[in-house]
């Protein structure tokens, strides 16, 4: 079965801690995207990329950073610099030449 | 800019009747629209979208939206509720058009409430 799959569903961290949210896709989609989504707040843009090697900040990039080393995978980095980083964490991608997003399960990272 | 706002954040409506969600749009160039549907602790499904042509789109589980271009809106219709259609609803414009340039925008949802 084609997907997008995210990994794991529900993520524990301390704060000052590093976490990486893993998120692939076998639908052979160039783009990928990560959103973050708060209660009330819909979903925010925190990174995107349309093609492995190459990603731009969306409009909350501050404190997380990413890497598209393949095209089947856009893991996220939450890092200790990210203020509020609780939160329920979205991955999508897209294929070429249209702007409809298909979206994993989610994982939701609770910092303590 | 491109922005999205749906009008009311909770919807209720009766088992068997019709669903309204509201959703209006800015966009500086033809919009591509979507609407998405999230059940609790779950990811975004599409539910339809509107890109060119017809502009009374059908989509699954029974939904339908008109986008109308003299009123930018893009409401999502349903004539009979379901208890299983409650969840949170999204609609979304794409920032570019028809371009893949990765981005939409998504509205602040509107969360669906069905009473038996």
């Known amino acids: 079965d084609g997907g997008i799959t995210q990994s794991p569903k529900y993520l524990f961290r301390k704060e000052g801690q590093n976490v990486t949210l893993s998120c692939e896709q076998n639908?052979?989609?160039?783009?990928m995207y990560w959103y973050r989504q708060d209660p009330g707040q819909g979903l925010r843009l925190i990174y995107y990329?349309?093609?492995?090697?190459?990603?731009q900040k969306g409009d909350i990039a501050e404190g997380y950073s990413v890497s598209r080393e393949k095209k089947e995978s856009f893991p996220l980095t939450v890092t200790s610099a990210q203020k509020n980083p609780t939160a329920f964490y979205l991955c999508?991608?897209?294929?070429?030449?249209?702007?409809?997003?298909?979206f994993g399960p989610g994982t939701r990272l609770t910092v303590t | 800019a491109q922005s999205v706002t749906q009008l009311g954040s909770h919807v209720s409506v009766s088992e068997g009747a019709l669903v309204l969600l509201r959703c209006n749009y800015s966009?500086?160039?033809?919009?591509?629209l979507f609407w998405y549907v999230q059940y609790p602790n779950q990811g975004l499904q599409l539910l339809l979208k509107?890109?060119?042509?017809?502009?009374l789109v059908k989509g699954i589980n029974g939904f339908e939206a008109e986008f109308k271009k003299s009123e930018t809106s893009f409401h999502l219709t349903k004539p009979s509720a379901h208890m299983s259609d409650a969840a949170e609803y999204f609609c979304?414009?794409?920032?570019?058009?028809?371009?893949?340039?990765?981005?939409?925008?998504f509205g602040q949802g509107t969360t669906l409430q069905v009473k038996p």
């Open positions: 999508a991608s897209s294929p070429r030449g249209t702007p409809e997003q298909y």
């Open positions: 639908l052979n989609h160039d783009a």
């Open positions: 990329s349309q093609i492995v090697n190459d990603f």
């Open positions: 966009s500086s160039v033809p919009p591509y």
């Open positions: 509107y890109t060119t042509g017809a502009t």
């Open positions: 979304a414009v794409s920032t570019d058009g028809s371009s893949n340039t990765g981005k939409l925008i």
